[in-house]
């Protein structure tokens, strides 16, 4: 951004919207929406509350154990995909859809099939990160450059070093974008999913404080989570940036 | 002084020899699909030792037969003989080097040029010291940490040939390999290559489309006809290498070669 040739840093404009939420809070406008500074300094009691913690720490498993099967499962089903003609023209289509299909509407189908607690979550972590994963590998692999895959054979390479040594690392950007879309998602995902069921974790709080008209501390845990989920984005990111320099090379 | 010979073409009937011809190409044909087809009836032999070009037109199928003769394509009828043995697939005694060079752009240099070595289990310590002699012979000492992206297109072309050199393969399948490299350093890559492969004593097929380029590395030189691809005719440029190449460049045998050629390939083009 620039105002009369001056440089503002992106950082300037969160400034100016904490600042209007600070103004409009004070103002009494809405009891939905206390001052920043008083959400800060609810959000530093909350953090470090047993039940906030418990609540954190269940939501990160559930989080942790959906991620690691939607990028095993992902990277599993993009691989098939992309090198396989027959599994494509099956699972192509499906993938398609579930990656684009509002997901939540089927939440309160997962509950009715798995019950109210943490494995329902699990798979909605899954479910809503997993198909976005497999069509970034998919992509990735349908891109790797024929010539390395030629390169490859013709110095001798095994059908598990052409994907181990070759198409892996070839599609290793992609794969990093589709999983870091995937947390996005995820995020998106646990957060509908605790809502939903409101009987778990962070889900039961958010349901507590805003049942209770507690909204310094419903947003004290908006926040927390918006960090997270960025905190999670960012750290794929830079782990993106590693392969960038190739990424950009490749033809 | 010597006049470029042409030789006989061979019949269908001659067998394979692999005292004298590594390589033995017998009644190759090969259609993509059922409508391109690319080539037709090649039968071509290939001398222990010497480089020979496949030179032609665009869509001659000269990179089809090299990728035949590497075992990347399946002819549709015909035989390739290396050693006298008939090719099912690549094989440990052919080395290719790639038009877009092939690198891996993730790995470093050295581990580029030692993944052929890679592929086939040997040693971290022992490939990679292979790989520092070949890159020290191809000229570039000093980049061996270097990733692909770092280097210009004839470096990377130096480390795609020396990958090929590191397998320590009898048969080298050069594909166009200096089309990506810009003119000034492919004369000198040129002249490179020829000094090193009078040491390495490999056996070169290598494809390109530049007349001058063909006259001035072969020693046999088969000339395509567009398709379905056949062989035009095979020309010996009986040049005297121990000139030096600026002379050989100015030699009216080399000459007398390229305009030659460029007769036979102007027709084509018409």
């Known amino acids: ?251 | 002084m010597n006049q470029a010979v042409h030789l006989p073409l061979l019949d269908e009937a001659t067998p394979a020899d692999p005292t004298s011809n590594i390589v033995a190409v017998r009644g190759i044909t090969k259609y993509y699909g059922t409508d391109v087809h690319a080539l037709e009836n090649i039968n071509l032999d290939f001398p222990t030792g010497q480089m020979t070009t496949l030179l032609g037109p665009s869509g001659c199928g000269k990179t089809t037969l090299l990728k035949i003769v590497a075992g990347l394509l399946e002819a549709t009828s015909g035989e390739v003989f290396v050693k006298g043995k008939p090719v099912t697939g690549p094989g440990p005694e052919r080395a290719f080097v790639f038009q877009d060079f092939a690198l891996l752009p993730w790995a470093t240099v050295t581990r580029n040029v030692a993944f052929g070595l890679e592929l086939t289990g040997a040693p971290k310590k022992e490939r990679e010291d292979i790989a520092r002699s070949f890159i020290d012979k191809v000229g570039l000492a000093g980049f061996e940490e270097k990733y692909p992206h770092e280097l210009s297109g004839g470096m990377r072309q130096r480390v795609g040939l020396a990958r090929a050199l590191a397998v320590d393969a009898d048969v080298l399948l050069m594909d166009e390999p200096f089309s990506a490299v810009d003119e000034q350093n492919r004369r000198k890559f040129q002249e490179d290559l020829l000094r090193l492969l009078s040491v390495e004593n490999k056996t070169v097929l290598f494809v390109t489309h530049s007349i001058e380029e063909a006259v001035y590395v072969s020693d046999q030189i088969v000339l395509l006809s567009p398709r379905p691809g056949r062989i035009h005719s095979i020309i010996r440029p009986e040049l005297d290498r121990s000139e030096s190449p600026d002379d050989i460049r100015r030699d009216k045998i080399y000459l007398d070669t390229v305009e030659e050629i460029w007769g036979n390939i102007r027709k084509y083009l018409e």
């Open chain 1, 1 to 251: 951004m620039e105002i009369k040739g001056i440089n503002i840093p992106p950082v300037f404009s969160l400034l100016i919207w904490i600042g209007l939420w600070e103004v409009v809070g004070r103002m009494d406008l809405a009891f939905i929406l206390p001052p920043f500074t008083a959400v800060i300094s609810e959000l530093t009691v909350l953090i470090v509350r047993p039940d906030f913690l418990a609540a954190a720490w269940m939501t990160f498993k559930a989080f942790a154990i959906g991620m690691f099967f939607a990028i095993t499962g992902g990277v599993f089903l993009g691989f098939v995909m992309g090198t396989n003609k027959t599994a494509n023209s099956i699972l192509g289509m499906w993938v398609n859809i579930l990656a684009s299909a509002p997901l939540s509407s089927l939440v309160p189908v997962l509950m009715l099939l798995f019950g109210l607690g943490q494995l329902t979550v699990i798979i909605i972590v899954a479910l809503f990160s997993i198909w976005i994963i497999t069509l970034d590998t998919y992509a990735g692999v349908l891109h790797t450059q024929n010539s390395l895959k030629e390169m490859g054979r013709s110095f001798g390479a095994s059908k598990w070093q052409l994907i181990s040594k070759i198409v892996f690392w070839s599609a290793l950007p992609e794969i990093l974008a589709g999983i870091r879309l995937g947390l996005i998602r995820a995020v998106k995902g646990i957060v509908i999913g605790q809502l939903l069921l409101s009987v778990v974790a962070l889900g039961r709080m958010f349901r507590t404080f805003s049942d209770n008209f507690q909204f310094t501390e419903f947003w004290a845990l908006t926040l927390i989570l918006f960090v997270f989920a960025l905190l999670f984005s960012t750290l794929v990111g830079l782990l993106e940036k590693r392969v960038e320099y190739y990424a950009g090379t490749r033809t």
